[in-house]
């Protein structure tokens, strides 16, 4: 076995590395307020250390391990299972939003996908027509439940065996991945394949990490979604299953209950959803 055959932490987190790598980005950060947030962060440590007396022995642990995270091109994944859900719930509170709540990103978006029209099928090989096939439609309205104009909705999502196309090789590289163009009253009809949950990988340091603790690798199976209309504030969400494994336990707390799907066979016998999205201004 190779990586260039089989998908490994190793492989998959120096994708993710690399991808973020080269989007050099940045923040106005002032100086007053990155000093109180490190007197913060670094307060936090000592709080830590002295409550639970942490040994020399797990301080050089703790140093390897953040040395391994690096190699292994982990940080994006161990940063987005483990911190993101914090910040995304301070970016959602911040102001007073009521539109469809958001969820994390996670480690696998990337921009510019293929456009596809509003009634598609995501792109897929034959081997994922194998798994179930879903139907996922719905409009993207403003808060008073009127359709947007220009609304596009970003999906990407893994196949049946939790893989995503540019982060495991060899998979076509706009797999499951796509940019829906609404019609022009925000409506959209997509047919895709219904994931399945998802271990994330656990061969590499945040494996270990986990491990350490007796915790586990998983999330809830789900679709990555990012909408966007003209004028409109912009949502990064997820959407899970009803009654699906670790929606209950997601390693990345990152499920919300208004972002639960309950599709159900339709006449054809294929399962079906609707889940319209309201946007926010602005
Ligand atoms: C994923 O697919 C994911 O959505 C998150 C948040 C972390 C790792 C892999
Ligand atoms: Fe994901």
Same mark, same amino acid.
């Given at each position: 076995?190779?990586?260039?055959?089989?998908?490994?932490?190793?492989?998959?987190?120096?994708?993710?590395?690399?991808?973020?790598?080269?989007?050099?980005?940045?923040?106005?950060?002032?100086?007053?307020?990155?000093?109180?947030?490190?007197?913060?962060?670094?307060?936090?440590?000592?709080?830590?250390?002295?409550?639970?007396?942490?040994?020399?022995?797990?301080?050089?642990?703790?140093?390897?391990?953040?040395?391994?995270?690096?190699?292994?091109?982990?940080?994006?994944?161990?940063?987005?299972?483990?911190?993101?859900?914090?910040?995304?719930?301070?970016?959602?509170?911040?102001?007073?939003? *009521?539109?469809?709540?958001?969820?994390?990103?996670?480690?696998?978006?990337?921009?510019?996908?293929?456009?596809?029209?509003?009634?598609?099928?995501?792109?897929?090989?034959?081997?994922?027509?194998?798994?179930?096939?879903?139907?996922?439609?719905?409009?993207?309205?403003?808060?008073?439940?009127?359709?947007?104009?220009?609304?596009?909705?970003?999906?990407?999502?893994?196949?049946?065996?939790?893989?995503? *196309?540019?982060?495991?090789?060899?998979?076509?590289?706009?797999?499951?991945?796509?940019?829906?163009?609404?019609?022009?009253?925000?409506?959209?009809?997509?047919?895709?394949?219904?994931?399945?949950?998802?271990?994330?990988?656990?061969?590499?340091?945040?494996?270990?990490?986990?491990?350490?603790?007796?915790?586990?690798?998983?999330?809830?199976?789900?679709?990555?979604?990012?909408?966007?209309?003209?004028?409109?504030?912009?949502?990064?969400?997820?959407?899970?299953?009803?009654?699906?494994?670790?929606?209950?336990?997601?390693?990345?707390?990152?499920?919300?209950?208004?972002?639960?799907?309950?599709?159900?066979?339709?006449?054809?016998?294929?399962?079906?959803?609707?889940?319209?999205?309201?946007?926010?201004?602005?």
């Amino acid at each position: 076995m190779t990586t260039t055959e089989n998908p490994t932490a190793h492989a998959s987190g120096n994708a993710a590395t690399d991808k973020f790598k080269s989007e050099r980005v940045s923040s106005d950060t002032s100086v007053e307020r990155a000093a109180a947030i490190y007197k913060d962060v670094l307060g936090a440590f000592a709080e830590i250390i002295h409550k639970h007396q942490v040994t020399y022995d797990e301080y050089r642990v703790l140093k390897q391990w953040m040395i391994d995270v690096g190699e292994y091109g982990e940080w994006p994944l161990w940063l987005d299972v483990f911190v993101e859900h914090e910040i995304e719930e301070v970016h959602y509170n911040r102001k007073h939003f *009521s539109g469809t709540k958001g969820s994390i990103e996670g480690p696998y978006y990337v921009p510019d996908s293929p456009k596809l029209p509003a009634k598609c099928t995501m792109p897929m090989r034959e081997q994922d027509k194998a798994a179930k096939a879903l139907i996922f439609k719905g409009q993207v309205t403003d808060l008073e439940g009127k359709g947007l104009q220009g609304a596009t909705i970003e999906l990407w999502h893994a196949d049946e065996e939790g893989y995503y *196309s540019q982060f495991a090789p060899g998979i076509p590289e706009w797999n499951l991945r796509g940019t829906i163009e609404c019609d022009d009253e925000g409506n959209f009809e997509i047919t895709t394949l219904k994931p399945a949950p998802y271990k994330i990988p656990a061969d590499g340091p945040t494996g270990w990490f986990i491990d350490s603790y007796g915790g586990h690798p998983w999330r809830p199976a789900h679709l990555h979604l990012m909408v966007k209309a003209p004028g409109k504030r912009a949502i990064t969400t997820q959407l899970y299953f009803q009654g699906g494994e670790w929606v209950e336990d997601d390693v990345a707390t990152a499920t919300k209950p208004e972002l639960i799907l309950d599709p159900q066979p339709n006449a054809d016998g294929v399962d079906e959803v609707t889940y319209n999205f309201a946007l926010d201004p602005q």
